[in-house]
């Protein structure tokens, strides 16, 4: 036309804006808008200004859409519905309704087209009482009379409400009962889970007269497969079968096929397709597209392959498929390629959805850079873009850079949807910025959105609540309109991790009050407030399990099966805790994990190692946490030959190039079983050294007594711009309190003040009182404790202790007296700890005023642990008779105090007592743990019964169930080898688990081979004590010694000289970079 000379008028310009709308062709649209806007066209013709409006809705700029509608010189009834169609049409129903009371509110007057809109928005959103007064309006009308189109809108619009027995009563009044109509219930009691309400319907459909035709059928097979409904798809599709309309419409084989694999029922999908009179390329795109949904990439690939070589190309849905798929199977090559295809037919110029399917793909692929490159060269940019580049930069971590976007966004004119002010909330709660999450919050408030939909509420609450802002987020979850399941569970968290376990659970009644039905995750965070509580929680948590097996959560839950077990395990039940992973209907890495974590932070390392054994024997795959427990349990037990097949294990699968955390365990695992040089160099190798790595070395130092090494390396680490923290202070104060390094404590002192950190840390205070008194500077640590901000029971206790160390018994009474004149009242812990001050000076004299101050405030009568103190003390002192009389007085009888009693039988050379005890303690019908065992093993020794020993040695497992650990092991060997049986010593290590091998046991060997004279034996035990420590002195100096008795004076000459080498070696190891520091503070 424009080559003939031809110039196009308005009614030119109203066809092409309307073609440009239906193929979202918005860079040619803009290009008529500059035209028309030109040629001031306009202001002559309203219905141009409609045809712009409607171009620009139905191309999804509703922002330019309703700029150019407010710039009307007239806004009649069809400019109007244009604008409220394009807000229904892109979902946005909330602005669809407001954008009609303004309609109305400048008195013009809705017509049927309107209401079809209108009817659509409150089907979006569920407003159902907002279209029963638009379905009274159109009655008043009367165009339901006339209009079958408003009929079934009518009808859609109930259905989509969940309203269906209100949609069936419309349908059966209307004057012309459609097709449309009759699919339109049909598909709501699919999509609503409904399926013997669809059949009947489906019946009374052909029993009305009215026989679905393919377009019926089409949209049946498409809510079936929505519904993921496949008893009522194969119905259907045996329908199709008889009326033998498969193999005349290839589009109904494609949406058979479509509907099968959107089921899952992949088999029943490729018997279809094969049976397809011809194949085109939504048969392929239908089988594409449900491989991707279903998480099945490389299937999805293999199809798209077949596809190409059967000549078909790939179209639009094809491509978005394939996208999909390479973004779940991670693949960036592939997805790269079908990069290069789009590119090649020019698809992404006019094609949004296409361009957002590939920013979405490089965002999985974790390419966010490529992402925002296909972003910004989109010539249309749309709100799903925006929000795949966002979640990307949350999911990796850069929230300030998801911001930036956000912004962005809404400069380009692009109004946030839900899933973008969801997205936005999450990075606000991940850079804890309260205040910008405040401005988010207000945005969303400002545009109503918080009414109408209740995931935003949860997302709220979940910002505040990690912003720390609990006050806010119980606020916002009271103010909500919509409060669903999330929007609870986000409210219970929030007084989870406040402590306030009780108030989560009477919310979490509160909530089942309601009619709100708990899922999952609400059992998740009320089994936590129930772990937090600890013992007083257990009966709680054991309902919520009872009531979360009855609803059937546990099938195949793994999450909440680990949240049980750590509750159990918060409760210090781990007998029930391991009974739950026995019982677990499936178990994975999180479960076992779970059971690990209590035992390691329990203090039961052996018994971690064993779940550990038996988890791998099981086929469970160890993952990084569950490398982090056992190396924490190897450490508890000084496992280091355990520990070092697990760092084998970690560096085999590449775990330490990236974990910190798992590094940092090794760290503390090395450190605390004495092999300090190793964990130095695996501290050294760690990618990123931050203060918790520098915190476990120096930790590792100061437990195995090292201050010096603690404090060369508290200087480097300043020197290398790492801010100490308080765990850093507290292990640089235990480290200045073990050597005495008064003045260096002194400096850590003042800077602790410098920061003020002792106005909000007792403990640090704490930890400066004791530093002080195990320097003997009890005057120094008195100024401390009387100057400390906040004092407490355990102030009181780290002060009577160091006057107690000093041996200055009185004292230490004269701390407590006062203790108790200031209001101070005395708990467990300050009475165990004079005890045990008393227990070191033997003094038991002073002990017995204590035990009368202990019997005053009647606190024995509860606590079988001061009891046992009481026990363990006087048995120390050696008043064996006292300490008989206070046993026999306490109220609860447990093993505990009998272990206490034979142990200090035992010390005391009164073994024959100690044997007698062991046997009364089982005529009460008391069984004995591992501690007992180990008291008795000891006293048989001594008195060289080794039969009897060996006796009770085999009845731990066979009569009491208890497997036998690193202490009975040792004893039973040290046993053997007192008295010569050497054999029945060696026979007795090749049989016990492997893990208990240690450097105690094969000295105690090397010692008896020494006595005997065995050479054999001591060099099978020698090779195997270095093979632990090489650096152990005493293992050469045995062995030397063992050659020498021998006459083997060459042998014994080697062994020697190796000692020095070793002993050399580890001199350098341990003198190194680290020798003659001069300490000083660098703040």
């Not at 639009?316 to 789009?342: P, W, Y």
């Not at 988890?615 to 469970?620: C, S, V």
């Not at 008795?936 to 001594?942: H, M, P, V």
Request: proline share 2%; hydrophobic share 40%; charged share 20%.
């Amino acid at each position: 036309m424009l080559n003939r000379g031809i110039s196009p008028n308005a009614v030119t310009y109203i066809c092409g804006l309307k073609a440009c709308g239906s193929l979202r062709a918005i860079k040619k649209g803009e290009e008529f808008h500059d035209e028309i806007s030109r040629k001031g066209l306009l202001g002559e013709s309203i219905l141009l200004g409609t045809a712009l409006v409607d171009m620009y809705a139905k191309c999804g700029f509703l922002a330019k859409a309703e700029q150019v509608h407010a710039g009307l010189r007239s806004r009649d009834v069809v400019s109007w519905s244009a604008l409220i169609g394009g807000y229904s049409q892109q979902g946005q129903g909330e602005q669809a309704l407001k954008c009609y009371e303004q309609m109305q509110q400048e008195r013009v007057s809705p017509n049927a087209v309107t209401m079809l809109s209108v009817l659509k928005a409150c089907g979006s959103i569920g407003a159902a009482d907002k279209g029963e007064q638009f379905h009274d309006e159109i009655n008043r009308q009367g165009w339901l009379k006339t209009d079958p189109i408003l009929g079934t809108a009518v009808v859609d619009m109930y259905v989509k409400c969940n309203a269906l027995v209100k949609a069936q009563e419309v349908l059966q009044i209307l004057p012309v009962q459609s097709s449309a109509s009759w699919y339109a219930l049909v598909a709501g009691y699919v999509e609503h889970g409904q399926a013997e309400q669809a059949l009947n319907c489906y019946k009374s459909m052909k029993s009305n007269g009215i026989y679905p035709d393919s377009v019926t059928f089409l949209g049946l097979l498409k809510a079936c497969g929505n519904a993921g409904a496949i008893d009522m798809g194969k119905q259907i599709h045996e329908e199709i079968d008889r009326e033998e309309m498969f193999r005349k419409d290839i589009v109904l084989g494609n949406a058979l096929v479509d509907m099968y694999a959107k089921c899952g029922a992949f088999g029943e999908a490729l018997l279809v397709f094969d049976k397809l009179p011809a194949r085109d390329v939504f048969s392929w795109s239908a089988l594409i597209s449900a491989y991707a949904q279903q998480d099945l990439g490389e299937q999805a690939w293999s199809c798209f392959e077949c596809m190409q070589l059967e000549g078909i190309s790939p179209n639009t849905v094809t491509f978005m498929s394939i996208l999909k798929a390479c973004g779940n199977i991670r693949d960036v090559s592939r997805g790269v390629l079908i990069h290069e295809q789009i590119t090649t037919q020019g698809l992404l110029e006019n094609d949004a959805a296409l361009g957002t399917a590939l920013v979405d793909m490089y965002v999985k692929c974790g390419d966010l850079l490529r992402a925002q490159e296909i972003l910004e060269e989109q010539a249309v940019k749309n709100v799903a873009s925006y929000n795949a580049l966002i979640a990307g930069c949350i999911d990796q971590g850069n929230a300030s850079e998801a911001m930036h976007h956000f912004e962005q966004m809404k400069y380009n004119g692009l109004s946030p949807d839900v899933i973008t002010y969801c997205n936005i909330l999450k990075a606000c709660g991940s850079m804890q910025s309260a205040k910008k999450g405040e401005q988010v919050h207000h945005e969303i408030s400002t545009h109503g959105l918080l009414e109408t939909d209740a995931v935003l509420g949860s997302s709220l609450i979940k910002m505040y609540v990690n912003c720390g802002a609990f006050i806010k987020a119980k606020q916002v979850f009271d103010e909500l309109p919509l409060q669903d399941v999330d929007s609870w569970n986000a409210v219970i968290m929030c007084y989870t991790q406040q402590d306030k376990a009780e108030d989560a659970l009477s919310l979490f009644k509160k909530m089942k009050q309601k009619g709100i039905s708990p899922d999952e995750t609400t059992f998740v965070c009320a089994l936590q407030a129930c772990g937090y509580m600890g013992s007083a929680g257990l009966q709680s948590g054991e309902e919520l399990f009872c009531e979360a097996a009855r609803r059937g959560l546990l099938e195949g839950n793994t999450v909440l099966g680990a949240t049980l077990i750590d509750m159990y395990v918060k409760c210090g039940v781990l007998r029930k805790a391991h009974e739950v992973l026995e019982t677990l209907p499936t178990r994975d890495a999180v479960t076992w994990n779970a059971l690990l974590v209590g035992y390691a932070q329990q203090g039961r390392g052996e018994q971690a190692l064993l779940i550990f054994e038996k988890m791998q024997e099981e086929g469970y795959h160890p993952n990084a946490v569950t490398f982090s427990c056992i190396l924490k349990a190897c450490g508890s037990v000084r496992a280091s030959n355990v520990g070092e097949k697990i760092h084998n294990e970690v560096a085999a699968q590449g775990l330490l190039e990236n974990d910190v955390v798992l590094g940092t365990s090794l760290v503390d695992m090395y450190a605390k079983c004495s092999a300090l040089c190793k964990a130095k160099k695996i501290f050294e190798g760690l990618s990123v050294q931050n203060v918790i790595s520098w915190n476990a070395l120096i930790a590792g130092y100061a437990l195995q007594g090292h201050g010096d090494q603690a404090l060369a390396c508290f200087e480097k680490m300043q020197n290398e711009g790492i801010s100490p923290d308080t765990v850093t202070f507290l292990c640089m104060l235990k480290s200045c309190g073990s050597i005495g390094a008064v003045d260096k404590g002194e400096q850590i002192h003042d800077e602790i003040t410098r920061q003020g950190l002792l106005k909000n840390n007792i403990e640090l205070g704490n930890a400066l009182v004791d530093m002080y008194a195990k320097c003997g500077a009890l005057t120094k640590a008195q100024q401390v404790f009387a100057q400390l901000p906040v004092r407490n029971v355990v102030s009181w206790n780290s002060l009577i202790t160091g006057y107690a160390h000093e041996g200055q018994a009185e004292a230490a009474l004269n701390c407590f007296e006062k203790m108790q004149q200031e209001r101070f009242f005395p708990n467990v812990l300050t009475f165990l700890s004079i005890l045990k001050a008393c227990s070191t000076l033997g003094a038991a004299d002073i002990a017995e005023d204590i035990h009368d101050e202990i019997a005053r405030y009647q606190v024995m009568e509860y606590d079988i642990i001061l009891g046992t103190a009481l026990v363990d003390m006087y048995a120390k002192c050696g008043a064996l008779l006292k300490a008989q009389n206070v046993l026999e007085g306490l109220p609860t009888k447990t093993v505990v105090p009998w272990n206490a009693l034979i142990k200090g039988c035992a010390q005391h050379g009164q073994s024959k007592q100690a044997i007698t005890l062991f046997k009364s303690l089982q005529s009460k019908n008391l069984s004995p743990d591992p501690v007992t065992f180990a008291c008795i093993l000891k006293a048989c020794g001594s008195m060289g019964l080794v039969d009897d020993a060996y006796a009770h040695f085999t009845s731990m497992s066979a009569m009491y169930g208890i497997e036998p650990d690193l202490e009975h092991y040792n004893c039973m060997v040290d046993i053997f080898g007192r008295a010569g049986h050497l054999s029945k010593a060696v026979d007795l290590i090749q049989r016990m688990p492997s893990v208990f091998y240690s450097l105690a046991l094969w000295s105690a060997l090397l010692g008896a081979c020494a006595k005997w004279g065995d050479v054999n034996v001591g060099k099978w035990a020698f090779e195997h004590a270095i093979e632990l420590d090489k650096s152990d002195g005493a293992a050469y100096v045995l062995m030397t010694n063992i050659y020498a008795d021998a006459g083997m004076q060459e042998d014994a000459k080697r062994i020697e000289a190796m000692r020095i080498e070793r002993q050399k070696s580890k001199e350098y190891e341990i003198d190194g970079k680290n020798f003659h520091v001069h300490y000083r503070y660098v703040s």
